[in-house]
């Protein structure tokens, strides 16, 4: 048992480790929300949103128990108005560990408020639409969308808001086999 919980804690240490280049926090913000702008249907919810929550880098892996996290950057009107983490706790069959980019757009002051009041929850039926290379799909309580695509950046996608919030993602690297049970906690504290 000892050995199995200093592996998972070697697995989640490695896992934060994963930044994929080395850049400044804003060139990374803003390369991220430059790849989400011209994915696809992601695109045009920021004509049509209150705001947004963008993580450049999210890092996640599990062997039976697993976890992810990340750090963001909330935005409302394109300005920059605090920080926000995610983390998360999964329990079900999975196996390995990958990096991807997420995105949570705010469809009205309602939703943005809700997720900025501290700490806000997405429960486990949530889900995410992928952008990556290739087909591309996701299923929930929430309702199914698909789409395929040849590359990140023409990537055609479906997505739709949920409760006034709708998320993607962007594969970076990794593999991950998992059919689990999970729902991802965010905090945020306000720019100084």
């Not at 409302?76 to 990096?99: C, E, H, I, N, R």
């Not at 299923?139 to 698909?146: K, L, Y």
Request: charged share 15%.
């Amino acid at each position: 048992m000892k050995a199995f919980l200093q592996f998972r804690t070697y697995l989640f240490c490695l896992l934060l480790a994963l930044p994929l280049g080395i850049a400044t926090a804003d060139e990374n913000f803003s390369s991220t929300i430059k790849v989400f702008q011209e994915a696809g249907e992601s695109g045009s919810f920021f004509n049509n949103s209150y705001g947004y929550a963008v993580f450049p880098t999210i890092g996640k892996g599990g062997i039976g128990i697993g976890g992810a996290y990340g750090k963001g950057r909330v935005y409302a009107g394109g300005a920059w108005k605090g920080d926000t983490s995610m983390s998360q706790l999964s329990v079900g069959f999975q196996f390995g560990g990958q990096a991807y980019s997420q995105i949570v757009f705010f469809e009205d002051k309602r939703a943005y408020d809700e997720f900025t009041s501290g700490n806000f929850e997405f429960s486990a039926d949530a889900s995410a639409v992928a952008i990556t290379a290739g087909a591309s799909a996701s299923a929930g309580s929430t309702g199914s969308a698909a789409g395929a695509s040849a590359g990140k950046k023409d990537a055609t996608t479906v997505g739709a808001y949920h409760k006034g919030m709708a998320m993607f993602t962007v594969a970076k690297g990794g593999l991950m086999y998992e059919a689990v049970l999970a729902g991802q906690k965010f905090s945020y504290k306000p720019r100084q």
